[in-house]
Structure formats: C-alpha cells, structure tokens
C-alpha cells in the first residue's frame, strides 16, 4: 500500500509564501514522493514540479522562479517551498510518487491565494 500524506496548505495573501510537504513513510514499499501537480476548478491536473533521484529539478513556466523543490535526505519526505504567491496559484496541490509505470497520488491538500 501507497501512502503519500501531505500538508501544509491553507489561505494566503498574495505574495504571501507557504511550505508543502508530502511523507511517504507510512507506505509498505521503499517508494519515495518525486512531484508536485495541482488542479484548479475547471482545469485539468498540471504538472508544478518535480524531483527525480540524478536528474535535475524541473519546474512548470508558470512558477518558476518562485517554487523551490526540496527532498528531505534520508526521509521520504518531499517538500515544495512557494513564495510570491498569485490569485492564479489557487489550486488543490497533489504529491506524486512513481513505482515502474504506475503513479501514486496523495488526497491533496488545499492552498487558496487572496488578491
């Protein structure tokens, strides 16, 4: 069993800054979190960033620049730091993992920016 837990979610000013994390620990396989997506109302799920061991870090247009991917070493934890944050940044924010060609995804966690 798959379990990717994230956190740190909830409503900001714009500009404002807020950290997500994502655990993987609680899974029964080795399996480590390796990126971030998002969806908004309307739009179909979106790839923010992503981390994946020896490659380096790629991020969507849209935030570069103002995201930063982070893998905590040692830990299956994954974290994505988001300053500056936009109204169009509003979104529901999934973790993602990948075991051979099935992808995992955690329940989502909510970041609302006020303008």
């Known amino acids: 069993q798959v379990q990717l837990v994230e956190s740190g979610g909830g409503l900001v000013q714009a500009g404002g800054s807020l950290t997500l994390s994502c655990d993987a620990s609680?899974?029964?396989?080795?399996?480590?979190?390796v990126g971030w997506y998002r969806q908004a109302p309307g739009n179909e799920r979106e790839l923010v960033a992503t981390?994946?061991?020896?490659?380096?870090?790629t991020y969507a247009d849209a935030v570069k620049g103002r995201f930063t991917i982070s893998r905590q070493s040692g830990k299956r934890l994954l974290h994505l730091q988001m300053d500056s944050l936009k109204p169009e940044d509003t979104a529901v924010y999934y973790c993602?993992?990948?075991?051979?060609?099935?992808?995992?995804w955690g329940q989502g966690t909510q970041v609302t920016v006020s303008s």
């Open positions: 981390i994946y061991p020896g490659v380096r870090r």
């Open positions: 993602a993992a990948k075991w051979g060609s099935a992808m995992y």
């Open positions: 609680g899974s029964d396989i080795r399996i480590d979190p």
